[in-house]
């Protein structure tokens, strides 16, 4: 499989699923008469990420799988402040993965990537083992960690929400 076909068309797919469940959220907010920014600051646990943190960090891993296999400087995004504002950002990811070079990140596979996180942990990588092993797997961990905290929060979701690209697919009955 491309390395372009593993990660920009898969990534743009889910965040379009992705703002399917913020809509959905925001809807059922409305609907039981709260404010969505209550969906927003929820977590599953204390010492995990909000759902607003959980869009940021979807977006980023997309982003930055662009950039990295680019060869591009890595950008920081921030975490949005509202429903607007999550959706804006998965629009304006949306854009950037569209603008894509495909050839450049087809070509990247054994370009050197690492990953440097806190307390000196550097993941050394080729362009193949990031997109397959880290890149791809960060965004769907927190893809379905923002599916799950809307879930645990009461808003009415299903596999036709999360892989709504494969439900597109469903014949439908004929009249």
């Not at 609907?31 to 209550?38: A, I, R, V």
């Not at 999550?86 to 990953?115: N, P």
């Amino acid at each position: 499989m491309s390395i372009y076909a593993m990660t920009v068309p898969c990534f743009a797919q889910m965040l379009r699923a992705l703002n399917t469940l913020l809509c959905k959220g925001e809807e059922r907010a409305r609907e039981l008469g709260f404010d969505p920014q209550n969906l927003l600051d929820a977590r599953l646990a204390p010492d995990m990420y909000d759902l607003a943190a959980q869009v940021r960090f979807t977006c980023t891993q997309a982003r930055e799988a662009v950039q990295r296999l680019s060869g591009l400087p890595v950008t920081a995004l921030q975490a949005p402040a509202s429903m607007a504002e999550a959706k804006a950002l998965i629009e304006h990811t949306l854009a950037f993965l569209a603008a894509a070079d495909r050839q450049v990140i087809e070509s990247s596979g054994q370009r050197a990537v690492a990953i440097a996180l806190p307390n000196a942990i550097t993941f050394d990588m080729s362009g193949e083992e990031y997109a397959l092993n880290w890149a791809t797997p960060q965004f769907y961990f927190h893809l379905v960690t923002a599916y799950n905290i809307l879930r645990h929060n009461g808003v009415p979701l299903g596999k036709a929400e999360y892989a709504q690209h494969m439900f597109a697919y469903l014949r439908q009955p004929q009249s």
